[in-house]
């Protein structure tokens, strides 16, 4: 069946420093890939999304890249900051039918000033 | 344009009670879903409405959660009695389009906690 796995957290990082939220899955097919962010106090928020392989989502400094060839969506940003502290949720929604999301667990993430 | 709005934002009940959750779509989408993040775990899914219409409604847990959108419009989703294992962030969103990988766009979510 279609899965997602995403890197335990809590992650913390320094202000400034380079993050990376690892994400793989498992689907069959082409799923398009996405990543959502949850601020505090706040609802989900789509952060960047990836429709085919070699796509490269980016959004607010965040990037990711689909590959296929891992199946791999992993989150990149080369300097957080301490506003970007929240919850990153890898997910898919697969092309073979169906409509419904497929979330990771979360990785929280903390940015210290 | 409004995003998708969900009410209430919290809800503390006994276990035993009754509690509806309502979501209010986008305007003008015809997809809405219901998911739910229990414990801090994954956000599973729950069900999807193609207007007035059940799509998909295998992840509903048991038959004590039902879920209606009479007229095709806002989503109510009723959870009666309830457990304590019901707690947890239940999240609406909604979509376009009919190809099933458009974007869905989620609600701020109701905080449910069952005592």
């Known amino acids: 069946g279609n899965s997602v796995t995403q890197m335990e957290g809590p992650v913390t990082l320094s202000e400034e420093a380079f993050l990376t939220i690892n994400c793989t899955y498992t689907?069959?097919?082409?799923?398009?890939l996405f990543w959502y962010v949850q601020y505090p106090g706040e609802g989900l928020q789509l952060l960047l999304k990836?429709?085919?392989?070699?796509d490269k989502g980016s959004n607010k400094g965040f990037e990711a890249t689909y590959r296929k060839e891992t199946t791999s969506f992993h989150l990149e940003k080369g300097s957080v900051q301490v506003s970007d502290s929240a919850v990153y949720f890898c997910a898919l929604t697969p092309n073979t039918g169906g409509f419904k999301t497929i979330f990771g667990a979360g990785t929280r993430l903390f940015v210290k000033a | 344009e409004a995003g998708v709005t969900q009410f209430p934002s919290h809800s503390v009940i006994e276990k035993g009670q009754t509690v509806t959750l309502r979501c209010d779509p986008i305007s003008g989408h015809d997809n809405l879903y219901w998911y739910r993040r229990v414990m801090g775990k994954e956000i599973k899914f729950l069900l999807h409405f193609v207007k007035e219409s059940k799509q998909d409604e295998s992840g509903m847990p048991n038959n004590r959660f039902l879920a209606e959108r009479t007229g095709g419009t806002y989503s109510t989703l009723k959870v009666q009695p309830a457990e304590l294992e019901d707690s947890g962030v239940y999240f609406c969103?909604?979509?376009?389009?009919?190809?099933?990988?458009?974007?869905?766009?989620f609600g701020p979510g109701t905080r449910l906690l069952v005592l």
């Open positions: 990836a429709t085919k392989a070699d």
């Open positions: 969103a909604s979509s376009q389009g009919d190809r099933g990988q458009e974007t869905q766009y």
């Open positions: 689907a069959t097919g082409y799923p398009s």
